[in-house]
T-cell receptor, first 112, second 112 residues
Framework: QKEVEQNSGPLSVPEGAIASLNCTYS??????FFWYRQYSGKSPELIMF????GDKEDGRFTAQLNKASQYVSLLIRDSQPSDSATYLC????????????FGKGTRLSVIA | NAGVTQTPKFQVLKTGQSMTLQCAQD?????MYWYRQDPGMGLRLIYY???????DKGEVPNGYNVSRLNKREFSLRLESAAPSQTSVYFC???????????FGDGTRLSIL
C-alpha cells in the first residue's frame, strides 16, 4: 500500500532549539519530496522540496532525504513561536502520472 | 499575483442541495486538484485533472463530480449534499505531477 507516514505530535520545542520533523514513505521508487506548512485555519504553504539524496538548506530550514532508508526529514533551526504550525510531508510516488500523496502532518509547538 | 483562487470562501447548505465550488489558477499550470481536509484525516484527494481535458478519481470521489472547464478552471460539484461532506475544500495546481502543488485559500462548507 502506498503510504506516507508522519508522527501526529504535538512536537514541543523551546524557542531557539532545533525542531526535527520526520516522514517515512512506502514506495522505494519515489522521486519527489515536499514539505508544506499549514497554520491553523489556513491553506498549506510550500516551504521546501528535495529530489536528491542528502541535505538541502534554505534559511533556517533543512530538508534531508535518505532514499535507502525511505525517509525525509525537515529541520528547523532557531525555532520561533511563529513556526508553530502543522507540517505536511508530501511524496510523489514513482508509479506513473499520479498526484502527490500527503502525510497527515505533524503539529509543531514552539514554546517561548 | 493571485495564484489559485477559490470561491466561495464559506458556504452553508441544507442536506440535498447542490453546489459548485469554483477554482481558477493564473500560473498556466497543467494539473489541478481538489482535496478535502477533515480533523485528524489530513488532506484527501477527491479528483484531479492531470491536463486540460482529463479528469481522474482520487481517494474519496463518491458524491462529487468535477469539470475541467479550460486550462485555468477546475470546478467541483456536489449534486446532493450530505452532512458527511461538511469539510474544508482545497483546490491546488501544479505544473506537473512531480512538481510542487500550490493551494488556494480553501472553501469552508457546512451541510446541515
Amino acid at each position: 500500500q502506498k503510504e506516507v507516514e508522519q508522527n501526529s505530535g504535538p512536537l514541543s520545542v523551546p524557542e531557539g532549539a532545533i525542531a526535527s520533523l520526520n516522514c517515512t514513505y512506502s514506495d522505494r521508487g519515489s522521486q519527489s519530496f515536499f514539505w508544506y506548512r499549514q497554520y491553523s485555519g489556513k491553506s498549506p504553504e510550500l516551504i521546501m522540496f528535495i529530489y536528491s539524496n542528502g541535505d538541502k538548506e534554505d534559511g533556517r530550514f533543512t530538508a534531508q532525504l535518505n532514499k535507502a532508508s525511505q525517509y525525509v526529514s525537515l529541520l528547523i533551526r532557531d525555532s520561533q513561536p511563529s513556526d508553530s504550525a502543522t507540517y505536511l510531508c508530501a511524496v510523489n510516488l514513482n508509479s506513473g502520472n499520479t498526484p502527490l500523496v500527503f502525510g497527515k502532518g505533524t503539529r509543531l509547538s514552539v514554546i517561548a | 499575483n493571485a495564484g489559485v483562487t477559490q470561491t466561495p470562501k464559506f458556504q452553508v447548505l441544507k442536506t440535498g442541495q447542490s453546489m459548485t465550488l469554483q477554482c481558477a489558477q493564473d500560473m498556466n499550470h497543467n494539473s489541478m486538484y481538489w482535496y478535502r481536509q477533515d480533523p485528524g484525516m489530513g488532506l484527501r484527494l477527491i479528483y484531479y485533472s492531470a491536463s486540460e481535458g482529463t479528469t481522474d478519481k482520487g481517494e474519496v470521489p463518491n458524491g462529487y463530480n468535477v469539470s475541467r472547464l479550460n486550462k485555468r478552471e477546475f470546478s467541483l460539484r456536489l449534486e446532493s449534499a450530505a452532512p458527511s461532506q461538511t469539510s474544508v475544500y482545497f483546490c491546488a495546481s501544479s505544473d506537473g505531477q512531480h512538481q510542487p502543488q500550490h493551494f488556494g485559500d480553501g472553501t469552508r462548507l457546512s451541510i446541515l
